[in-house]
């Protein structure tokens, strides 16, 4: 029997819980919880002697994997796992998973509804335009980007899509125009939308110099990750074309310099792209069922630090 913690400073919502504790238990696994805690000392107090160890946005840093003597797997219940020190987790044996695709519907809803909200003008009561019609790029044609795709074909919009992993031949069978490269994803598409990962190669990779390659009155959302931005060159950028707007549900820094483009700028007050009941549920299932297949049968199919 495997001893499985759920560490969760902001907690899964409840019916999350309840279906985690099902899948759990019902093969014969412990489930134990560690909710809204206050202090990493809870933390490394709770990991002494757990086999599993299920998360969402916590922090698994060298300290915790150290204080984890029976740790055999790290679930991350959702798509990104910057927060797991990957190198560490190898280095002690322990096997670190996602659950890609479990958000992948609410982060695309979210999309869309940024989208309408910049294109109406924040609802400030000025005309604005629609999105039938406009051409959308979608960069990074994974899980999220797909359902961003289907989306907004309903809209009418023209989707277009560029990802350096997916064949160009993957793209057009999913319906969808593949651009070339990513500049020409910038200069054709009317909205750009942000699906990259925060990796080496992407990390400030969303530029000046790439962003200002957009068309007249362009719209740039990003629902990926803070680090992909080049924020002192997107900020220049906004400052220099008042016809630009830069969308997002990155939760700004206590001094938002973005915030000076009033009516071109808008940031949700937190990250939002998973905050539904339906993919809270969804996630915290899938990384029970993976810790199951994990202890029952060696799985390890979403496993990230190979």
């Not at 309840?18 to 909710?35: F, Q, R, S, T």
């Not at 925060?198 to 629902?223: F, R």
């Not at 803070?226 to 820094?253: C, F, H, N, Q, W």
Request: with cysteine; charged share 25%; net charge negative.
């Amino acid at each position: 029997m495997a001893k499985v913690l759920v560490a969760t400073e902001k907690p899964f919502a409840a019916t999350a819980v309840a279906g985690i504790k099902e899948v759990i238990e019902g093969a014969g696994n412990e489930l134990v919880l560690l909710e809204k805690y206050t202090d990493k000392a809870q933390l490394l107090e709770a990991v002494a002697d757990v086999d599993a160890i299920i998360i969402r946005s916590d922090k698994i840093t060298a300290e915790v994997l150290d204080a984890a003597k029976n740790l055999k797997i790290v679930v991350r219940a959702g798509a990104g796992y910057d927060n797991v020190d990957l190198a560490a987790a190898t280095a002690h044996n322990v096997v670190v998973e996602n659950t890609p695709g479990q958000n992948a519907n609410a982060v695309a809803e979210l999309v869309l509804g940024l989208l309408v909200f910049a294109v109406r003008n924040f609802y400030n009561g000025k005309a604005g335009s629609e999105l039938l019609g406009k051409k959308i790029g979608i960069l990074a044609f994974g899980n999220v980007g797909r359902n961003v795709a289907r989306i907004a074909k309903g809209f009418g919009m023209d989707v277009v899509a560029y990802d350096a992993f997916c064949p160009a031949e993957a793209i057009e069978a999913a319906g969808v125009k593949a651009a070339k490269n990513q500049e020409e994803l910038f200069e054709t598409c009317d909205i750009v939308s942000l699906h990259i990962p925060a990796t080496p190669e992407t990390k400030q990779s969303i530029n000046y110099d790439l962003v200002g390659k957009m068309k007249k009155g362009g719209i740039l959302i990003n629902t990926a990750r803070k680090e992909v931005i080049d924020e002192s060159g997107l900020l220049k950028l906004l400052a220099e074309r008042e016809d630009l707007k830069y969308i997002t549900d990155i939760m700004p820094d206590a001094n938002d310099e973005f915030a000076k483009f009033e009516g071109r700028y808008f940031s949700t007050p937190k990250k939002m792209g998973a905050q539904t009941a339906e993919a809270n549920t969804n996630a915290g299932i899938a990384a029970a069922k993976q810790i199951n297949a994990y202890f029952a049968e060696g799985c390890t199919k979403f496993q990230v630090n190979k």
